[in-house]
């Protein structure tokens, strides 16, 4: 299903690399049990950023004055409980997640046919790249500490929300311009209809992936790497 012209492959993550089941069942539980040592590490100045994009972003939205620390963290619960797709929640995540991820308690899950066709690819010449809505370092974490082993160095490209929407066109376009490729020459793997349909009107090649709980709903789709082959 690979075009020949096929130079570069941007894949999701949630749905396409790894099981929603692991996301929704391992990494956001982790979040929200250990949500309070956010408090520990305001130190750090990405959580201070984090936590000042969080009572601005709160104020535009709701009109609401975040005042104290326990605000902000009790609106941190309150987006991720509502699976929010906001950058401070997503960068917060992935500082817990890190935690978990070096002590051992947290595995990546990448199904077994993406490592075997991650490294294929890479084998001819294809560039590969990640696009996924939480934040490049999680996605890191996630394929660093894989259940298969380290699967970083296949990848030379991650974006995330501060690239753009993930269903904005011109997201995918930003895309093509920094990675110095045609938007014909890239196919984007993604679970989700309204992605691939932003995707597509960039001009790029798309593919559906078709896991547990995912409805085909698009032209092109397959069941797992092994089924997008030259």
Do not use: C
Not at 22 to 29: A, C, G, H, Q
Not at 31 to 43: A, P
Not at 104 to 132: C, M, P, R
């Amino acid at each position: 299903m690979i075009s020949n012209k096929t130079q570069f492959i941007l894949t999701d993550i949630e749905g396409t690399t790894t099981s929603i089941s692991f996301v929704y069942e391992i990494l956001f539980p982790y979040f929200r049990n250990n949500i309070n040592n956010l408090k520990e590490l305001q130190h750090l100045q990405e959580v201070q950023e984090a936590f000042q994009q969080t009572v601005e972003l709160t104020k535009e939205a709701e009109g609401i004055n975040l005042t104290n620390t326990d605000e902000i963290v009790n609106k941190l619960l309150e987006w991720s409980i509502a699976d929010k797709k906001i950058t401070p929640l997503k960068t917060l995540q992935g500082i817990l997640w890190e935690e978990g991820y070096k002590t051992g308690l947290i595995k990546g899950h990448v199904y077994t046919d993406v490592a075997e066709n991650l490294k294929n690819w890479k084998n001819q010449g294809i560039q590969l790249g990640v696009f996924s809505s939480g934040s490049v370092a999680a996605q890191k974490l996630i394929f660093k500490y894989s259940e298969l082993g380290d699967l970083t160095t296949y990848f030379g490209y991650y974006f995330d929300t501060k690239t753009g929407g993930k269903r904005e066109a011109k997201t995918y376009l930003k895309i093509s311009e920094e990675i110095h490729i045609l938007p014909e020459n890239i196919l984007f793997l993604s679970d989700i209809k309204e992605e691939l349909e932003a995707a597509e009107i960039a001009g790029y090649q798309t593919i559906q992936l078709i896991r547990e709980g995912v409805k085909e709903n698009w032209k092109s789709y397959a069941t797992n790497f092994n089924e997008i082959i030259n």
